[in-house]
Nanobody, 112 residues
Framework: QVRLVESGGGLVQPGGSLRLSCAAS????????MNWYRQAPGKERELVAT????????DYADSVKGRFSISRDNAKNTVYLQMNTLKPTDTAVYYC?????WGNGTLVTVSS
C-alpha cells in the first residue's frame, strides 16, 4: 500500500522559510522520481519541483527557481522541499506525488 505523508507546513511571514517533508512507503523509493505540487485557492494544481531517483537532477517551476530546493534522503525514504524567501503567492496546499499517488497535503500560508 503506497503512502505519502507530508509535514512541515504552517504560517510564515513573507521572506521566511519552511521545510516540508514527505515520508514515502509502499513502493521502491530509490527507483523513482518524486515530485512536489501545490494548489492555491481557486487555482489548478501545479508542479513545483521534481527530483530524480538518485537526486542527481532537479527541476523547478519558474516561479520558485532560486528560492526553493528539493532534495531526498533515500535511506529514510523521504523527500524534502526547502522553501526560502517565501511570498504570499506561495500560499497553497503542498502535495507530495509519485506516479498516480498523492499525499493529503500540507498547508503553507505566507502572511504578515
Amino acid at each position: 500500500q503506497v503512502r505519502l505523508v507530508e509535514s512541515g507546513g504552517g504560517l510564515v511571514q513573507p521572506g521566511g522559510s519552511l521545510r516540508l517533508s514527505c515520508a514515502a512507503s509502499g513502493f521502491i523509493f530509490t527507483d523513482n522520481r518524486m515530485n512536489w505540487y501545490r494548489q492555491a485557492p481557486g487555482k489548478e494544481r501545479e508542479l513545483v519541483a521534481t527530483i530524480t531517483n538518485t537526486g542527481g537532477s532537479t527541476d523547478y517551476a519558474d516561479s520558485v527557481k532560486g528560492r526553493f530546493s528539493i532534495s531526498r534522503d533515500n535511506a529514510k525514504n523521504t523527500v524534502y522541499l526547502q522553501m526560502n524567501t517565501l511570498k504570499p503567492t506561495d500560499t497553497a496546499v503542498y502535495y507530495c506525488n509519485w506516479y498516480t499517488y498523492w499525499g493529503n497535503g500540507t498547508l503553507v500560508t505566507v502572511s504578515s
